[in-house]
């Protein structure tokens, strides 16, 4: 069982900036693939950023050179760092740990993006 707790997330500008953070539970975290994922009402939850246990990235192509997804093995955390925010990048988040059984969630925390 792994628990995700993240944070980080608010009410923000157009062109601002928000950084999320995810505490995962699980010593084994180096050994799995993590991910931020976004949902909005109505919608799917779809696919952010994601790195992998060696480190390389990838991202949706609408928050390509915008946000950054990094890992700390020895704390444990994945983070995403926003900037440019824009409207419609307004959703709940959700962090995302890929364990060789199954896929685990956080809670979700709400990012804004409104004047």
């Known amino acids: 069982q792994v628990q995700l707790v993240e944070s980080g997330g608010g009410l923000v500008q157009p062109g601002g900036s928000l950084k999320l953070s995810c505490a995962a539970s699980?010593?084994?975290?180096?050994?799995?693939?993590v991910g931020w994922y976004r949902q909005t009402p109505g919608n799917q939850r779809a696919l952010v950023a994601r790195i992998t246990v060696g480190g390389t990235t990838n991202y949706a192509d609408s928050v390509k050179g915008r946000f950054t997804i990094s890992r700390d093995n020895a704390k444990k955390t994945v983070s995403l760092q926003m900037n440019g925010l824009k409207p419609e990048d307004t959703a709940v988040y959700y962090c995302?740990?890929?364990?060789?059984?199954?896929?685990?969630w956080g809670q979700g925390t709400q990012v804004t993006v409104s004047s």
């Open positions: 995302n740990v890929a364990t060789e059984s199954r896929g685990y």
């Open positions: 699980t010593s084994a975290f180096s050994g799995y693939g």
